[in-house]
């Protein structure tokens, strides 16, 4: 009892501080709703790359990837760690930019699909309604994995009810979210980022050196069938309830599966999410001076790829340490190795600030899903249709009741316990990834983009997600693979076709475009910057 009482401190202490950050900067948030969504466009290049990384990855980071990479091996964790990491550097290479720039000369648009209508000039307001309601939808998920995450991180850490605990983190981020805005979001999220890498570089160093060394840890995994290998994936053997098998002691594994190039594409193309997760975009927009962005891009990648080796490498060192034990005994509950390995690794009070990782994950992400939703409904339904004359009050005052009714719909999808962070996340990333993604790029770089194809493109893009996961995957075969990929094609065909098709934009339109295509920052005289300003 003395230890976990000792871990409950530690997280106590840090969700304090996280209070914290809300508190000082409720003021600042609630001036205006350009400061409450966008922070008044003043992140610095550090904040908005970490708080970028840290409201993406979330506790899927912690939990999710080193799950699956404990469960089956390399490949799937591997493959998509590298798709990832790709598609961090290429969207802050090729979209950040070009993002910031569009959406100030767009209107001075405060969300995607503000900026998405804006750019196309909309009368009637059907992008906005398309955008806000697929935002709803996949946000409403992805909000549901945090708490899946919070109930199972709780539940097992302390052995209560999961569906208590998962209400109680609900709750923490619902009010959190509602107290501070894009700016608190921010400022916690890049405090963050740096508990979560410090996390998983801890737990990495200190577990292989508890494990006997790196070659000890390489063994293990070889005497696995398919384990480390980048081209198969291992099979534990299960019972009916998805438990795993083990004789003498030992957990079984069935022959290797085949992870041919088809399933590596489909791995791969996890990168085609970042160009149209509202969350990474925000932060594109939002920092301070687009001279800015190529260190940004420089800060992200490095973190992004630090910590994804790190998680990775965590679920194949469990193998080692943890061969078999009942509390990772399921493909679910395999998502508690990094919990696990903390708490046999270090002294209470230290992995109570690392479990306080995971809670940090999960908060950087499930605010910035609430806040985008909110603002989804609030600014680009209310104000952008229902009542474009609303107040800044009324307008903040729909935010917060769309935040608890999304909040609300998020925890009836987790109730279900036996819930997988992974697969839970991975199709609401398709979804963003395919809605968005296709018309964020054509908007940016082809002129040629009218209205009637970006609607298109994005109905197009999110059903298609929808069809491929529920009715065309469950055949197997070549339709087993990840439905991010096709669901993106087919939006970036029809955008093409349609806009080919119909009218071409107006002058004024395609003069905008090539305004934004050479866009500067106007001069500004060198100011000295206190601590609140720099985020």
Known sequence: MGEKLDILIAMAGYMLIVILIGVFFAKRSQASTENYFLGGRSLGPWVAAMSAEASDMSGWLLMGLPGVAYWCGLADAAWTAIGLA???????????????????????????????????????????????????????????????????????????????????????????????????????????????????????????????????????????????????????????????????????????????????????????????????????????????????????????????????????????????????ATKSTSENIFAQLSQLLFHPVVAGIIMAGILAATISSSDSYLLIAASAVSKNIYEGIVKKDASDKQVMRVSRIVLLIVALIGILIAWDEKSIIFEVVSFAWAGFGATFGPIILFSLFWKRTNRAGAIAGMISGGAMVFFWKLVLKPIGGVFGIYELLPAFLVSCIVIAVVSLSTAKPSAEIEEEFERARTYQDAPQEPVQMNTAEEV
């Open 86 to 328: 790709l598609g961090t550097y290429i969207n802050w290479l090729l979209v950040s930019r070009r993002l910031r720039s569009y959406s100030i000369v767009s209107g001075d648009s405060i969300t995607v699909p503000d900026f998405l209508s804006n750019r196309f000039h909309e009368k009637k307001k059907v992008i906005l309604g398309v955008s806000a309601i697929f935002i709803l939808i996949f946000f409403t998920v992805y909000a549901a994995s945090c708490f899946v995450t919070c109930g199972k991180l709780f539940a097992g850490l302390f052995d209560l009810p999961y569906h208590a605990m998962m209400l109680t983190g609900a709750a923490f981020v619902l009010i959190y979210t509602i107290l501070g805005g894009f700016l608190a979001e921010s400022a916690s999220d890049f405090m963050q980022a740096i508990v979560m890498i410090l996390a998983l570089l801890g737990v990495l160093i200190f577990g292989v050196n508890h494990a006997g060394g790196i070659g000890a840890v390489i063994d293990n995994a070889k005497d696995i069938p398919g384990f480390l290998s980048l081209t198969s994936i291992a099979s534990p053997i299960v019972d009916a309830n998805g438990v795993q098998q083990t004789a003498n002691g030992i957990a079984q594994f069935g022959q290797a599966g085949s992870y041919g190039w088809i399933t590596i594409l489909s791995t791969l193309s996890w990168g085609l999410g970042y160009f149209g997760v509202p969350q990474v975009l925000l932060r594109f927009m939002a920092i301070r001076k687009g001279s800015e962005l190529n260190r940004s891009r420089r800060i992200a990648t490095v973190w992004c790829v630090i910590s994804l080796v790190a998680a990775v490498s965590i679920g194949i060192l469990g193998r080692k340490i943890f061969p078999f034990d009942a509390a990772l």
